[in-house]
């Protein structure tokens, strides 16, 4: 007789690929349409003449707008299903990249930036918790963390094409802030293909149907889970009950001081190259161009030791370093350093940024139940974009205010705190299923009557 394995227990195959294909291709459009701004914005200002307080208020568009479409969009994810809402953020992507080409004024450009950021903050809860719900246990740290791989290769891609498109003249501006339509659509059509996540189905009692979509892709003699499953209501303040508030608090507080100031420095990198000394013609973009590239570096030994080491230590260390680099970078910013030596320093920082930027969508897919994985998730990229859009909106008013040096101590500073709080707070959930994981926040037990976790709603 065939034993009866569970969705966890499958080993990683040919579908779980082509999820995190589809899955990982919203994270590679959510950096592409970060990315492109710095390079548009660098040929816009000039041609709309526009004051440091407008460049701000364009890059800071998209961070409010991720706010918006994480809180919303995370909770619709729970409440109406992530394949629903996966269709829908493609449509946004598409509609709203293509009036970008046609814009007139910052005005309007402000007001586009701000839908497609709505659209971006939704993606994040709807690509993670579909992946996390497919992932098998085993590998869930490292597929999750590969979505975040993703988002650098679109955000890389972003200042390649940038940088060939400079070559079309005053408009290129429009040609890049456009582009990101062309891959939207083409993942736009890939993702009808998807099922609906088999654990969403099981939180609102369609246990049968979720079944049936396991085995059709699975086989059978694959059901979705040993634990018992309830019918249960997506209620957005449940985040801050029965334990999960400490999580909830966790979560945006090492989010936030994550993205606030690697947005910041990301947004405007061509112009931080330029305070360096290297605005020298089109040097500051390939130069922003290779360092985008190599700081997937950070990614691939992360996604292996995230699950080899553990996730506490792949956090923790790296907001660290990150710290230490960038106050060698305040500190040797008015030696007149070569730029292989400035480069190799923002590559050290980039590589050991991105690689704790994975437990973005790792932790609150994991420390959160079903019912409110898609809202966790949501909330957390809203909250960390507060951060992000005004360390976005006040870094180029402390550059040129304070200089290159005081601005790299103040996001120094940043990520020092989250060292910090990191080192208190991180739970660790290797090798754990999802059951176990969102069990975490239940009261310790005495020895011999510890809580099963079969027996918990994953």
Not at 421 to 440: C, D, G, H, K, Q
Request: charge should be positive; glycine fraction near 10%; include cysteine.
């Amino acid at each position: 007789m065939n034993k009866v394995r569970t969705l966890e227990e499958m080993p990683l195959g040919k579908f779980h690929y082509q999820m995190f294909f589809y899955t990982g291709g919203g994270a590679f459009i959510d950096g592409y349409i970060i990315g492109i701004i710095a390079v548009a914005l660098a040929v816009l200002q000039p041609q709309f003449d526009m004051s440091l307080t407008v460049v701000g208020m364009i890059a800071m568009a998209m961070y409010v707008g991720m706010f918006f479409g994480g809180i919303i969009g995370g909770y619709l994810t729970d409440l109406i299903g992530r394949k629903t809402m996966f269709l829908l953020d493609l449509a946004v992507f598409v509609l709203a990249s293509i009036p970008q080409f046609f814009v007139n004024d910052p005005v309007q450009l402000i007001i586009l930036r701000f839908i497609l950021g709505v659209a971006v903050g939704a993606d994040n809860p709807i690509s993670a918790t579909y992946m996390a719900e497919f992932a098998p246990r085993k590998q869930r740290g490292a597929l999750l963390g590969g979505l975040i791989a993703l988002w650098y290769v679109g955000y890389g891609a972003s200042f390649l094409v940038g940088y060939w498109m400079l070559g079309l003249g005053e408009d290129s501006w429009r040609w890049m802030l456009a582009s990101s339509a062309i891959p939207a659509l083409i993942l736009l059509l890939g993702r009808l293909k998807m099922p609906e996540s088999p654990l969403w189905l099981a939180s609102k009692g369609k246990e049968k149907e979720a079944n049936a979509i396991i085995q059709g892709v699975f086989g059978k003699g694959v059901v979705l889970s040993e634990s018992l499953e309830t019918k249960e209501k997506t209620s957005f303040m449940d985040m801050f009950k029965n334990g999960y508030g400490k999580w909830t608090l966790f979560i945006a507080l090492f989010w936030t001081l994550q993205v606030a100031p690697a947005f910041a420095i990301a947004t405007y990198i061509p112009q931080v190259l330029g305070e360096f000394g290297f605005a020298d013609g089109n040097k500051e973009y390939l130069g922003s161009a290779i360092m985008s590239l190599f700081y997937l570096v950070g990614l691939l030994p992360a996604v292996f030791l995230v699950e080899k080491i553990g996730r506490r230590p792949v956090l923790i260390w790296p907001f660290l370093v990150s710290a230490v680099v960038l106050v060698i970078l305040g500190i040797t910013s008015s030696w007149q350093m070569s730029f292989a030596f400035t480069i190799s320093l923002f590559v050290i920082y980039g590589i050991f940024n991105t690689s704790m930027n994975i437990h973005q969508w790792i932790y609150p897919n994991e420390l959160f139940p079903t019912k409110i994985r898609g809202t966790a998730v949501g909330f957390g990229t809203g909250v960390s974009r507060i951060g992000a859009s005004l360390s976005t909106f006040l870094f180029p008013l402390i550059l040129s205010t304070y200089g290159i040096a005081v601005t790299m101590y103040c996001c120094a500073a940043l990520f020092f705190i989250g060292f910090l709080i990191s080192f208190v707070m991180a739970p660790e959930t290797r090798n754990m299923t999802l059951a176990e994981t969102s069990a975490l926040n239940k009261p310790s037990r005495k020895p011999g009557n510890e809580p099963n976790p079969k027996r918990e709603t994953v």
